[in-house]
């Protein structure tokens, strides 16, 4: 009931080319979905986040689009670069009361390749 | 304004010690919550903290415990170490928790246990 299942677990896309993440979650009381960037050595960096009234966000090249019916939000990464290359974590939470906790996607690792 | 800053970056200890663990939020936020990163469970959830009181805990042994200070400063300790301890531990800080959904992650205390 809290998972997060995140797919592809590997993603390599040429540089210029549209990196695409999924997730899809099975409790409808999350109300927050963000992305997290991690490289490596380093923690985990919020990108960009959506709340389930929405239907899609866009960031510079980053597009989170949601589908609330299907339970299933995913990432758009448009002209993908060498930078962006990075270990991805699509995450959700709830807010029971006043205390939150994330539960996090398994990850993707993105290869761009230059 | 200086992010999450968490000491020590690398630890080391034999099984059956203990450790803790500093997390030292961005200024100005309230909320601390702890993750374990690993490569097999991934980010798991630990506890937060607000206002120096655990609001929520995640499923873990009674060996991980946590506190926070009049600072929101947080430890956290883990006690009688086990192989399995092995992980990335993750700081994360909020302003409070619940009225703002962004948290921002410090870089980690790498523990092995030998």
């Known amino acids: 009931q809290q998972q997060v299942k995140q797919s592809p677990q590997s993603l390599i896309v040429q540089k210029g080319g549209i990196s695409i993440i999924n997730c899809a979650y099975e409790?409808?009381?999350?109300?927050?979905f963000p992305w997290y960037q991690q490289f490596p050595g380093k923690g985990p960096a919020l990108l960009i986040a959506i709340r389930p009234d929405v239907s899609e966000k866009k960031e510079g090249r980053f597009t989170i689009s949601f589908n609330k019916s299907a339970k299933q939000f995913s990432l758009h990464i448009m002209d993908s670069q060498p930078g962006d290359s990075a270990t991805y974590f699509c995450a959700a939470s709830t807010t029971p009361g006043s205390a939150r906790q994330l539960t996090f996607g398994s990850g993707t690792q993105l290869t761009v390749l230059p | 304004k200086a992010g999450v800053t968490q000491t020590p970056r690398y630890l080391i200890k034999t099984r059956g010690q203990q450790v803790t663990l500093s997390c030292s939020p961005i200024s100005g936020h309230r909320s601390v919550s702890w993750y374990q990163q690993t490569p097999g469970q991934g980010l798991q959830f630990l506890f937060e903290y607000f206002s120096e009181t655990q609001r929520n805990k995640g499923n873990f042994p009674g060996r991980f415990s946590g506190r926070q200070f009049s600072n929101s400063r947080s430890e956290m300790n883990v006690s009688t170490l086990e192989l399995g301890d092995s992980a990335l531990y993750l700081c994360a800080s909020s302003l409070v928790p619940g009225s703002t959904y962004e948290q921002y992650f410090g870089p980690g205390t790498r523990l092995t246990v030998t």
């Open positions: 409790n409808t009381a999350f109300d927050y």
